[in-house]
């Protein structure tokens, strides 16, 4: 093959080049594999990111009888705990969560928080800085053994240590029992938190929802021991899975809505109510009301003294939750899941019509739907959504939001609200109700790859649903945010100071990103389905979701993940010039010709110019032999060896190299400039002379040797007129005015102001990021 130096016959047709000089070391690390940041892997966790051939989980089952006082609003109940040591480890205690200790007198939430006077303090801040004296938190009747003695324990705050009486061996179980009882919270009033009650004044009814109700079994793991993190109000949970058997004793005219299968609606519901149920079974397009709301407005005024139990059944779940009132309607209609039905129900008071009865249960249904596809057919038998003004999830049965005003108008902001919140807290039953990760260390396990869910399903709802997060270009206003108030996604939940777009936003972007711009979908969506039914039912950590999204795509993300979601830099990545080629195929009179224009331009400057107009000229007379040398020299002649050179190299060209030399092509040499310091693809549109555009992809290895700036050469047939880097927005870029060549400039707006007074308008005084920083 002949050496025929292409490349140095590049004609360099213009553009710019302002790259400044970085003087940041490269250190290349964006690129290492996260190596010992991940855990080691073992026998019960594989470096595929799956379970390994020795996995474990623990077991618990429960039974339980409850009993509601809605005179006086208090729980009181029984419970027997058979708790299953699958650990290869013996255990001498067991731990177990009181979470309604959070709630006492001498909790350590209201201590922990900050707190500050200012000018103006609203009556909920005073209430915050003086907590309260109501009696609330557990009060542990009994803990004993199934021989009717007392199991010593100690009481840690929301913790509570089961000291046995002989250590629980390896592959045994034990049972034991407890009695308690505690008063239920108004969960409007400041105290707020999850579950509690609501009061209706104008009815005189209470609306009860009822969780982290029992003394739950804390999660004792291969991978972290026992999870007895304290509760302090944000921090979620963690759970063991078990069986349940819960009696639900309350007034007769109350509607239970619970976890399980109801075992004995003979007993419980009317004969008129029982055929509804019967037939809303086998109902599958529209929701079929149980109880009506004109049946629940005649029992508000009666108030029946009696008594009635409710018995529910559930298997293989982390938690248990229920709702009673006598103000509740019920409507439910049937799913088809894989070969299962499921029975998407709501629960609701008459405020939250007309909107509930309209939306609730098929938004249910649609989640599901929407949910199963991209992970497993939802297992369990009942997917239930409950009005109560907040938004929380249990297995089978969640909390949410949404309520009209008085007069039964709404706003389609309420009304969007509310369909994305039950689709989020259904949503909650894949991740983390069955994918079970521990809440109480990653809440972006759950709230993050939910909200990226949530916000496929807001999407398959309405395409032009308006999803608050999920999109990449949402989370700019955050990723823009001063260093100090950003930390890491990996981060424990309660040091987390923006926890909205911390938890829930920038995870699911990421997860957006991965799956749009990095992976594409069909690779994305198989990994995250492994990953899905890989942890279905067990407890991942985020090494397991990591690996797994690798093991089943092929795709190498560690540096995603550690810009992602170990780092804070945000993306801002500049196109800062472009220089435009072509290859030189001129013959020798043409490039003699171009030499003589550049001559001319290049003695083009002032003093000739002024020379020329004005300046009288002194004429030297030349020596006579050498003057007709000096003006007989013609520097742009073309030579004969100029000649000969240009045909020889012609000849020497193969026939490819000769088409190449006159294709005519463009050459584009881009730099770009890694600002933010996050690196991601390039996704670049270019645009054509002749009205028409096309869109390069280049993957984010592109900056594995320089993590600071990088230039690439593309090759073009046609003219291109301007460049457009992340056209699409979904790198979540903060700066967008440097993704333009050539820039492209937007005038910023200014107020003028007429009248007595000061300059209306935000002054430096007003700027939120120092309001933050005082706080
Ligand atoms: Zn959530």
Not at 643 to 671: H, Q, T, V, W
Not at 684 to 707: C, H, K, M
Request: net charge negative; hydrophobic share 35%; glycine share 6%.
């Amino acid at each position: 093959m002949k050496k025929v130096s292409l490349v140095l016959m590049l004609l360099f047709l213009g553009g710019f080049s302002a790259m400044a000089q970085w003087s940041e070391q490269n250190h290349a690390e964006r690129f290492e594999q996260l190596g010992p940041m991940l855990r080691s892997p073992n026998v019960y966790r594989t470096a595929s990111g799956a379970p390994g051939h020795m996995y474990w989980q623990q077991k618990a089952d429960h039974e339980i009888e409850v009993e509601l006082n809605d005179d006086n609003q208090s729980i009181k109940g029984w419970q027997k705990v058979t708790y299953f040591n699958n650990s290869p480890d013996d255990l001498k205690y067991l731990w177990i969560q009181l979470d309604q200790n959070e709630r006492a007198k001498d909790s350590n939430t209201p201590k922990i928080a900050e707190s500050s006077i200012n000018p103006r303090m609203s009556m909920r801040q005073l209430e915050n800085i003086l907590w309260h004296d109501l009696d609330l938190g557990y009060k542990i009747l009994s803990v004993k053994d199934m021989g009717g003695n007392d199991i010593p324990v100690t009481i840690v705050q929301t913790m509570m240590r089961v000291d046995l009486p002989q250590p629980l061996k390896a592959g045994e179980k034990t049972e034991f029992t407890m009695d308690w009882t505690f008063n239920i919270h108004d969960r409007m009033s400041f105290i707020g938190g999850r579950p509690g009650y609501e009061f209706f004044e104008k009815d005189g009814n209470y609306l009860y929802t009822m969780a982290e109700w029992f003394p739950r079994m804390a999660v004792y793991s291969d991978f972290e021991g026992w999870q007895h993190k304290q509760f302090v109000g944000r921090g979620e949970f963690a759970l063991t899975f078990g069986d349940y058997k819960v009696k639900i004793t309350v007034p007769a005219d109350h509607m239970v809505g619970s976890t399980g299968v109801l075992q004995n609606p003979e007993q419980v519901l009317s004969s008129i109510e029982l055929d509804r149920w019967n037939s809303s079974k086998k109902t599958f397009d529209n929701p079929v009301i149980i109880r009506t709301q004109a049946e629940v407005e005649r029992l508000e005024k009666q108030k029946a003294k009696d008594k009635k139990t409710w018995e529910f059944h559930a298997e293989n779940v982390r938690d248990f939750a229920w709702t009673s009132s006598r103000k509740l309607i019920w409507d439910a209609m049937a799913v088809k899941q894989g070969g299962n039905e499921v029975m998407a129900m709501s629960y609701y008071a008459k405020e939250a019509n007309p909107l509930w009865g309209q939306y609730s249960t098929r938004v249910v249904a649609h989640t599901l739907k929407s949910y199963s596809a991209r992970t497993f057919d939802y297992p369990y038998p009942v997917a239930i959504s409950v009005e109560a003004s907040n938004g929380m999830e249990y297995p089978m049965i969640c909390f949410n939001y949404g309520r009209p005003d008085a007069d039964g108008t709404y706003s389609e902001a309420i009304k969007n609200g509310m369909i994305g919140v039950i689709i989020h807290e259904v949503g909650h039953n894949y991740f983390p109700m069955i994918v079970n990760s521990d809440e109480r260390q990653w809440s972006w396990m759950d709230e993050g790859l939910n909200t990226f869910m949530q916000y496929l399903a807001e999407q398959e709802w309405d395409r032009n649903f308006p999803s608050r997060r999920g999109a990449a270009h949402k989370i700019v206003p955050y990723m823009k945010s001063e260093k100090h108030l950003l930390e890491p996604i990996m981060t424990n939940s309660e040091n987390i100071i923006q926890f909205g777009p911390n938890a829930y936003a920038k995870p699911a972007t990421g997860l957006n990103i991965m799956r749009e711009t990095i992976m594409g979908r069909e690779l994305f969506d198989y990994a995250y389905k492994e990953y899905a039914q890989r942890w279905m039912f067990k407890h991942p950590t985020p090494d397991d979701f990591f690996r797994t999204m690798e093991d089943a795509s092929g795709i190498d993300l560690d540096w995603f993940w550690r810009g992602w979601f170990y780092g804070t830099d945000p993306v801002d990545i500049s196109l800062e010039g472009v220089n435009w080629y072509k290859l030189d195929n001129r013959t020798p009179a043409e490039k003699k010709a171009d030499e003589k224009k550049a001559f001319d331009i290049e003695e083009t400057y002032v003093s000739k110019t002024y020379n020329l107009k004005d300046t009288p000229v002194t004429v030297v007379e030349a020596d006579p032999a050498t003057r007709d040398f000096y003006y007989t020299y013609n520097p742009f002649a073309v030579t004969p060896d100029d000649d000969k050179a240009y045909k020889d190299f012609m000849a020497r060209l193969s026939p490819k190299e000769k088409e190449l030399i006159n294709s005519g092509l463009n050459f584009y040499e881009m730099k770009f400039r890694n600002i933010g310091g996050l690196v991601m693809p390039l996704i670049i549109q270019f645009n054509y002379t002749d009205g028409t555009s096309e869109v390069e992809r280049i993957p984010a290895e592109i900056w594995r040797l320089n993590e600071w700036e990088v230039s690439k050469v593309f090759a073009k047939q046609k003219e291109v007129k301007s460049i457009v880097l992340d056209p699409f927005r979904e790198t979540a870029d903060i700066d967008e005015t440097n993704n333009y060549w050539p820039r492209q400039y937007e005038p910023s707006r200014f107020e003028m102001f007429k009248g007595a007074g000061g300059a209306r308008g935000v002054s430096i005084g007003d700027n939120p990021m120092k309001k933050a920083r005082r706080k």
